[in-house]
């Protein structure tokens, strides 16, 4: 069942396409909105891994608060490193996240 929360302050939206109760624990499934220069904080999970893929327009992945990738439309990035997605630019921005839930993953923010 399809579920969408919106952030108050930023406006951002989060679509939750499948969750890890309809899967069988196997991954959390989003669409996400940004807004114009929306986005998330610096973080990371220690239990699973996420993959990312950019539906329309490109998207900063910033890794360790260093260096940032761009995202560009289809093309996905499977990440379990402390990392954001920000809309670089002041236009709407959307893209698709999967929880990878049944993975054992290395939490290489602490090696």
Same mark, same amino acid.
């Given at each position: 069942? $399809?579920?969408?929360?919106?952030?108050? =302050?930023?406006?951002?939206?989060? *679509?939750?396409?499948?969750? &890890?109760? +309809?899967?069988?624990? #196997?991954?959390?499934?989003? &669409? =996400?909105?940004?807004?114009?220069?929306?986005?998330?904080?610096?973080? %990371?999970?220690?239990? %699973?891994? +996420?993959?990312? *893929?950019?539906? +329309? !327009?490109?998207?900063?992945?910033?890794?360790? !608060?260093? +260096?940032?990738? =761009?995202? @560009?439309?289809? #093309?996905? =990035?499977?990440?379990?490193?402390? $990392?954001?997605?920000?809309?670089? *630019?002041?236009?709407? $921005? @959307?893209?698709?996240?999967?929880?990878?839930? &049944?993975?054992?993953?290395? &939490?290489?923010?602490?090696?």
């Amino acid at each position: 069942m $399809r579920r969408t929360i919106v952030n108050p =302050i930023i406006k951002d939206t989060v *679509t939750f396409l499948q969750t &890890d109760e +309809e899967s069988g624990g #196997k991954v959390t499934e989003t &669409d =996400i909105t940004l807004m114009p220069k929306g986005g998330n904080p610096l973080h %990371y999970h220690k239990t %699973y891994s +996420e993959t990312f *893929t950019a539906i +329309e !327009g490109e998207l900063g992945v910033k890794l360790g !608060g260093k +260096e940032t990738k =761009i995202l @560009k439309p289809g #093309k996905p =990035i499977q990440l379990n490193l402390c $990392r954001c997605i920000v809309s670089l *630019t002041q236009q709407t $921005r @959307k893209l698709n996240s999967m929880l990878n839930l &049944d993975q054992d993953i290395l &939490d290489l923010n602490t090696h």
